[in-house]
């Protein structure tokens, strides 16, 4: 049992995550040609570590981690690690994408499972944000919960936003040539069910799941209370290094 269960928090819905660390990092590059993206530095420390320090301080006690591009770096980096404990999903021989990546790694994720990006950084509000979905979790109704983030505290975001939420919580797309309120955070809390029959192909997104999660109404988010920061170029990381300063 976590410190935080012992004090008496809400429980999570799960022990386990999966942390998506496969990318080829294009976006980042010059800082990537000679190391993966989630070994990029912010603040001092690697941002997979960012990631998995997170998970371990709210209780979570396992994580599975993909490798593809520069894997040697990372599946070293992780034996350094005592928590969570670690285990890596390789995908060496191809690089699986997001959807492909989790229907890989499925069977040591259980029927739930927390999912979030090895890059993404951010400010919990009142509670942690593993909680905060836990809180909201309804795996009768749900085959996904995402964590979404209001463009007025989406930092280093240039887009247009992704999502619609309505007054149930369900999830809609943005529509195309529009403006959508809430950026995906990178952060889920998933059900086993959202990867049952997956495509022929081994590799595709997971947008493929969430369109049919979508049709069938199980597509849910949750707003994120605090803040959070996209860090996916190098001119992005000294404005996260200055806002996490200041917490």
Not at 24 to 47: E, I
Not at 54 to 75: F, K, P, Q, T
Not at 94 to 112: N, W
């Amino acid at each position: 049992m976590s410190e935080r269960a012992r004090l008496g928090e809400e429980p999570l819905a799960s022990d386990v995550a999966m942390v998506m660390a496969a990318g080829l990092g294009k976006r980042m590059r010059p800082l990537t040609v000679s190391r993966p993206k989630p070994m990029v530095k912010v603040l001092g420390k690697p941002l997979i570590d960012h990631a998995l320090d997170r998970l371990a301080d709210a209780g979570v006690s396992r994580a599975v981690v993909n490798v593809h591009y520069l894997a040697d770096a990372i599946e070293a980096h992780m034996k350094l690690r005592s928590a969570p404990q670690v285990t890596i999903s390789d995908e060496r021989a191809e690089l699986l994408e997001t959807g492909g990546g989790l229907v890989k790694a499925q069977e040591a994720l259980g029927d739930s499972f927390f999912c979030l990006n090895s890059d993404a950084m951010w400010i919990d509000g009142p509670r942690d944000v593993f909680r905060q979905l836990s809180a909201a979790w309804d795996a009768d109704k749900m085959d996904a919960l995402l964590l979404l983030v209001p463009h007025p505290r989406a930092h280093n975001y240039r887009g247009q936003g992704d999502f619609h939420l309505s007054p149930l919580g369900q999830v809609s797309r943005r529509r195309p040539g529009r403006v959508a309120p809430f950026v995906f955070s990178g952060i889920q809390l998933c059900s086993s069910r959202l990867l049952r029959d997956p495509p022929q192909e081994t590799k595709f997104s997971t947008n493929v799941f969430w369109s049919r999660a979508i049709e069938e109404g199980r597509l849910y988010g949750t707003i994120h209370a605090g803040e959070w920061i996209e860090i996916g170029r190098p001119e992005h990381i000294a404005p996260a290094e200055e806002l996490f300063s200041r917490v």
